[in-house]
């Protein structure tokens, strides 16, 4: 079986740490307390590692397994983190031969990451996705709600710089 | 704590105010005018926030602040003219509003009193004069039970929801009438579930009183986990009017015995779930939740619970089992819910359109409700009119009008002349029905009968340009995505009904798939463990039955004849109608356009990925796809 | 008391009694897969559906408790439409299964084959489309996971939970990629496993398997430097040794 582990490695604040804590002391005695849990602990943390999992599942005196069966479940939990500027790329068919994966491959090299991963500091990460229907525009890349079209490589760059807060 | 006479106090003190913004005669307030703004998703995504930020602003300017009330309200229904916002006591429909309009608006029509015809919805603008919002064709046949105060108060304010009869019909039932008097009522008016299925609330209620004797707690819960795509009435209600589901809860417990509720809302309704806080805290802190209700001795309380992106929570074990705290997969009933529900205690579920007609029964009769309607199916439906229809939005009609008047009357037709061709309700669940019953009159009984159903009252509308193969293809991978996987036919059989659906669209699929296909259908509709699994072939069901034709069209022709199945398209350049401008040869990202300047231009037809830019780009109407 | 005719015969069955119970009782034989005695009544496989008068869909036998509001009702077990729908279920668990049967551990005990036998299952690919495709876990010391066997009974998640108490194996994701794993894809040996074996012995196909070490033993009896101890575990009474005495 291919271990399921986030991408990035797991690090957390103090205050982090106490937060959550503080959620399943207040939220553990009551009853369907997981959910609300695991819903508050990734607004903490933007996402449920196998360390937060795991400290939710001693402190509730449940297994690891029932809580990622429930987290799995449900489509608004991630086990990765997302980053506060999501990027994707189209590589769908008309947008890759006009070299949309060029596109790709440079914004992996400039921002050091691989595809569904973050950048260390969490301000972007990159996916590729399915056709968005701006073939028109190909190739085309999305971050967050701003579409750009008929990039080149060479924009890249100066794309990403207006992301600079 | 707060009594009845102190209620009663609220209402009176607010109540003229509250009928400026009727438009009635009777009102008057120390404001001149309220300016009322949609804070609906749907404005709110349009801009509306800016709106009322620019109105204080300039009304400041103006020096008017005292004078005229901002008041940000819930959903109008009309949401494709976003943002809305309405002026009291004339009633001043302005739509499409624009913050750089706002100074105009303010200066113009606030201060000097002119309104500024130009900005208005176009429809209110007669030769005669300005006609009120009332008569617009949108409103004219709508009539309003669930949605009365969506639009008209302010949600986060319970004193505006008591001065129009707020929490009256909780203390109506508290201190005049017995639980079984209570059931009694919602049975007489012949209320049924708004979530669906249509099963008789009354008798839901009666079920959970009566069935378990001697359980030590029951539980209230409201099914507001709206998931159909296309559907949005449970969330303009909870953004609307919150206050109406707290206090239809309260009476639900007290009916059936019941100290505790849980309101099961979507995480991705951030404005409706901050509404229901707000609208919580509040009632507890007038009393009207918790120990002691009007001083009646009855206690009840509620908690929110979240969903967290699963359709199937929208099915009632399993919305049970989430809130419990588990994978959201439904179990088998029998037990059913009203005798082992959540944490295996009597349990009701009802949707929040249901909840939204209870007050308005125990108020004003059973025999009212029941006077609007048909004979099995009572009461008013809301609708959420979406696709190839003028005014998408959202509507309220009595049952039975009929699809026509919703569709031509109310939703304006369909845009750029197009025919009509089949109508979705229900969801991924319903089925489309075809212009042959444009003219039955919609309730609960026909819409099954011609093998769709009311579902949660999403309605889209389809024209001469959707693929009908298609559009049940596209409610299959909804239904794919949101198996929740325990049961066989659900979990691999709509897998393999989706595979058969693609193998249809891209030109590969035999008269036996077909004959195959709906014995799958049959299959799985008999067979699945819940309502999800049992309804998810009615897409498939419903389009074979009536576009029987397309199905054949692209099986034996191996021809899409909408035009949206790509595997089935070839584009083509008409030769007498190219110029030879180039324009879409630049445009085609594979290179698959050849010719010279001037000259007719070609496709090569095998290096086409069929995106379409071509015949977006020209001009000349000389790109054809067939 | 609930009075009930099955297949059109009466029958008296005490209230809370499932169908499944109420034909077992009285010698008529349903097919099951998913249920498993006291620990998994979960309704999911649907082998077992049953036609009752009144109900708009098929039941599922294992998990319909018998009520006074079924008072008289007709149930058919073996009508063509429950024939029909059974052979289609057991199709459509082929179409995502593994069929490599005869190198299969559990050929010939698999009750997934003897089903499809029983049922006259005569074309086992009838359903063409994607399969879920798994690595076989094989980090255990005693045991093999190959979820592409697996058919989503859960009755080794019952065993595991309900037996042993230890809940490492559990269904994850959802929908058709429902799958029977540890958390985060974990290897067996990476878990909280107690190597019981009480999955193996609740898994209905070939999913779930002994390692078969049968081959060192005979390595190991061949040797003639080496005195072979057989202990039997787990709750060890006795032991057998082979002694040198029967040279």
Known sequence: MAFKKSVVAFSQTPEQEQKLMEVINKEKGHKGALMPILQQAQEIYGYLPIEVQTIIAEEMGISLEKVYGVVTFYAQFSLNPKGKYKISVCLGTACYVKGSGDVYNKLQEVLNIKGGELTPDGKFSLEACRCIGACGLAPVMTINDDVYGRLTVDEVGDILAKYND | MMTVAELDAIKAKLHSQMMLRKG????????????????????TSSGSMGIINKLNEELKKNGIENEVKVIKTGCFGLCALGPIMIVYPEGSFYSMVKEENIPEIVSE??????????????????????????????????????????????????????????????????????????????????????????????????????????????????????????????????????????????????????????????????????????????AREYGLLGDNILGTGFKFDLDLRLGAGAFVCGEETALMTSIEGNRGEPRPRPPFPAESGLFQ??????????????????????????SMGTEKSKGTKVFALG????????????????????????????????????????GPSGGCIPAEHLDIPIDYDNLISIGSMMGSGGLIVMDENNCMVDIAKFFLEFTVDESCGKCTPCRIGTKRLYEMLEKITSGNATLEDLDKMEKLCYYIKNNSLCGLGQTAPNPVLS???????????????????????????????????????????????????????????????????????????????????? | ?????????????????????????????????????????????????????????????????????????????????????????????????????????????????????????????????????????????????????????RRCVAACEKYQGIGVIGANERGF????????????????????????????????????????????????????????????????????VIR
């Open chain 2, 387 to 426: 696709g190839k229809i003028h005014n998408t939005g959202l509507v309220e009609i009595p049952m039975g009008t009929t699809l026509r008047e919703v569709i031509y009357e109310i939703g304006g037709g369909i845009p750029n002349g197009k025919e009509f061709k089949a109508a979705q309700t229900g």
């Open chain 2, 24 to 43: 009635s005669e009777a009102g008057e307030d120390t404001y001149r005018k309220h300016v009322l703004v949609c804070g609906g998703t749907g404005c």
């Open chain 2, 345 to 370: 205690k009597p349990t009701i579920l009802n949707n929040v359109e249901t909840y939204a007609n209870v007050p308005q029964i125990i108020l004003n009769g059973a025999d009212w409700f029941a």
């Open chain 2, 109 to 282: 029509h606030l201060v000097k009193g002119n309104v500024v015809e130009r900005l208005l919805y176009s429809e209110t603008v007669t030769d005669s004069g300005i006609k009120s919002l009332n008569e617009t064709n949108f409103y004219k046949k709508q009539h309003r039970v669930a949605l009365r105060n969506c639009g008209v108060i302010s949600p986060e304010n319970i004193e505006e929801y008591i001065a129009l009869d707020g929490y009256q019909a909780l203390a109506k039932v508290l201190t005049q009438m017995t639980p079984e008097d209570v059931i009694q009522t919602i049975l007489d008016s012949g209320l049924r579930g708004r979530g669906g299925g249509g099963f008789p609330t009354g008798k839901k209620w009666q079920l959970a009183r009566n069935l378990v004797k001697d359980a030590d707690q029951k539980y209230v819960c409201c099914n507001a986990d709206e998931g159909d795509p296309g559907a949005f009435m449970d969330r303009s209600v909870l953004e609307g009017d919150p206050h109406v589901v707290i206090e239809a809860m309260a009476i639900a417990g007290y009916a059936i015995g019941a100290t505790q509720g849980y309101i099961y809302v979507r995480a991705e309704y951030p404005i409706a779930v901050e509404r229901l806080r707000i609208a919580i805290g509040q």
């Open chain 2, 543 to 626: 389009t074979l039955r009536y576009f029987k034709d397309e199905y054949l069209a692209h099986v034996v022709d191996k021809k899409c004849p909408a035009g949206v199945c790509q595997d089935l398209l070839t584009y083509k350049i008409v030769a007498d109608k190219c110029k030879g401008c180039t324009a879409c040869a630049r445009k085609c990202p594979v290179g698959a356009i050849s010719g010279t300047v001037k000259e007719p231009h070609s496709i090569d037809t095998t290096k086409c990925i069929k995106c379409g830019a071509c015949m977006a780009t020209c001009k000349f109407g000389a790109i054809v796809k067939e």
């Open chain 3, 1 to 153: 008391m609930v009075n009930i005719k099955i297949n059109g015969i009466e029958y008296s069955v005490e209230e809370g009694t499932t169908i499944l119970e109420a034909c077992r009782q009285n010698g008529i034989r349903i097919p099951t897969l998913c249920w498993l005695k006291d620990i998994n009544a979960i309704g999911a496989c649907r082998i077992c559906v049953v036609e009752m008068s009144g109900a708009r869909s098929l039941t599922a036998a294992c998990v319909y408790p018998l009520s006074k509001f079924d008072e008289g009702k007709n149930i058919l077990t073996h009508s063509p439409a429950v024939l029909e729908s059974r052979k289609m279920t057991l199709q459509l668990l082929l179409s995502n299964h593994n069929m490599d049967c005869l190198a299969c551990a559990r050929s010939g005990n698999c009750e997934l084959q003897a089903l499809c036998k029983e049922l006259g299952v005569d074309d086992s690919s009838y359903f063409e489309g994607a399969k879920n495709e798994f690595d076989i876990d094989t980090s255990s010391k005693h045991m093999y996971r190959d979820d592409n066997k697996c058919i989503n009974c």
């Open chain 3, 177 to 244: 990629k429902t799958e029977i794993s540890c958390a985060f894809g974990m290897d067996l040996a990476n878990t909280a496993c107690v190597s019981c074996g009480q999955c193996i012995t609740a898994c209905p196909t070939g999913a779930l398997s002994e390692k078969d070490d049968t081959d060192k033993v005979w390595e190991a009896l061949a040797d003639p430097e080496k005195v072979v101890v057989v202990q039997t575990a787990p709750a060890v009474r006795a032991s057998l040794g082979r002694l040198s």
